[in-house]
């Protein structure tokens, strides 16, 4: 029996057009820069090869130089929202409130920036919980473990939940665990990890509806 709507945060609370991300990037390319001292030539490079073996930059740095990861989600989140989010989430805050499942945010970022995200979007009060970076060791997804962590964290069957999601290779591991998948961009589609696709999140509403009416 479905109990959990699983969120990820960046990308997937707010549309990848908005730009946010696009800024984080450029904070994090700065933090590598200006406060580590990388080349400015290589550091893009450095992040795909962290990304492919790590998951995140941050683990990357944490592994392979021992930065204190506190210090990186404090500089790399310092982003003013309101110029890249709108407040006006009426369908999306409408869509949750018809929704009788324990909303959860499951994301690589830090309950900080997930807060922010969520009050300046009016949201808060949908989600009971935010599994963060710190709370799963800041073992990030896609790693398996992440999986196991949050599972764990939240007490639950991974066929006890949906996960709503931006990135593919996180719904495939999402899959592995038995976790109904969700991806929010109805451009892609045919992976045979996605349960659904969906243009916009308020049409998780209709999602949930399907799964929960669906026979035995």
């Known amino acids: 029996m479905i109990k959990y709507l699983v969120f990820d945060l960046d990308e997937t609370l707010y549309p990848k057009d908005s730009g ?35 998951g995140t930059s941050l683990r990357g740095l944490m592994v392979e130089y021992g930065i204190d990861p506190e210090d990186y989600l404090a500089y ?9 989010l ?20 499951f994301t690589n970022a830090s309950t900080e920036h997930a807060l922010r995200i969520l009050r300046f979007m009016g949201l808060e009060e949908f ?21 196991v962590r949050f599972l764990d964290i939240i007490k ?40 659904f696709v969906i243009n916009n999140l308020a049409q998780i509403e209709r999602v949930v509806k399907e799964l929960l009416n669906a026979p035995p």
């Open 20 to 54: 946010l991300m696009g800024a984080i990037n450029e904070r994090i390319r700065s933090y590598m820069v200006d406060k580590l001292g990388f080349d400015p030539a290589t550091v893009e490079q450095i992040r795909r090869n962290y990304y492919l073996k790590y």
């Open 76 to 84: 790399v989140h310092d982003i003013p929202l309101e110029q890249y």
């Open 86 to 105: 709108s407040p006006d989430s009426r369908d999306l805050r409408e869509a949750l409130s018809h929704i009788n499942l324990e909303k959860i945010i």
């Open 127 to 147: 989600f009971s919980r935010i599994v963060d970076i710190r709370a799963l060791g800041y073992i990030c997804k896609p790693a398996p473990e992440a999986f």
């Open 156 to 195: 639950a069957k991974g066929e006890e939940c949906i996960l709503v999601e931006d990135s593919l290779r996180n719904l495939r591991v999402a899959k592995d665990f038995g976790m109904t998948t969700v991806l929010v961009d109805g451009l892609r589609g045919g992976d045979e990890c996605v349960d």
